[in-house]
């Protein structure tokens, strides 16, 4: 496969998913057809509209990746395609409230992280600012 071509399907991966991440471009480089085959997978089962919507996939996406302990960039990814496709910030950090006691502390401080970092949230510091 040329490089071009590559960089094309990337692209329209891209397109599709709303996203693309340094595994999906090393896979692409590495090997095409097995990626493409990859991808067949995944569109059916994600991004493909059938009896659950775009929102309520990602809302699941952000608290299985928190979970399973993904980096914290990764569920941002989809903290943010949650966003986009009309979930609240209030509904995604419940979204993995409701799922705490299975998933644990070490889950759930990954996941409100990435909320955190995508919705812009500051914590409030106990420190008094200087005058």
Do not use: C
Request: hydrophobic share 45%; charged share 25%.
């Amino acid at each position: 496969m040329t490089t071009e071509e590559t960089r094309s399907y990337l692209q329209e991966m891209q397109r599709n998913r709303g996203f693309l991440l340094d595994m999906h471009r090393i896979m692409a480089t590495a090997d095409l057809e097995w990626t493409k085959k990859y991808n067949t997978f995944v569109e059916a089962t994600y991004p493909e509209q059938r009896l659950l919507d775009r929102k309520t996939k990602e809302l699941l996406q952000v608290v299985t990746l928190a979970a399973l302990r993904a980096d914290v960039e990764h569920i941002q990814v989809h903290v943010r395609l949650a966003l986009q496709e009309g979930a609240s910030a209030q509904e995604v950090l419940q979204a993995l409230q409701s799922v705490f006691a299975p998933m644990g502390a070490l889950g759930f401080r990954r996941g409100l992280l990435a909320w955190a970092a995508e919705t812009g949230l500051e914590a409030i510091d106990i420190e008094e600012p200087s005058p």
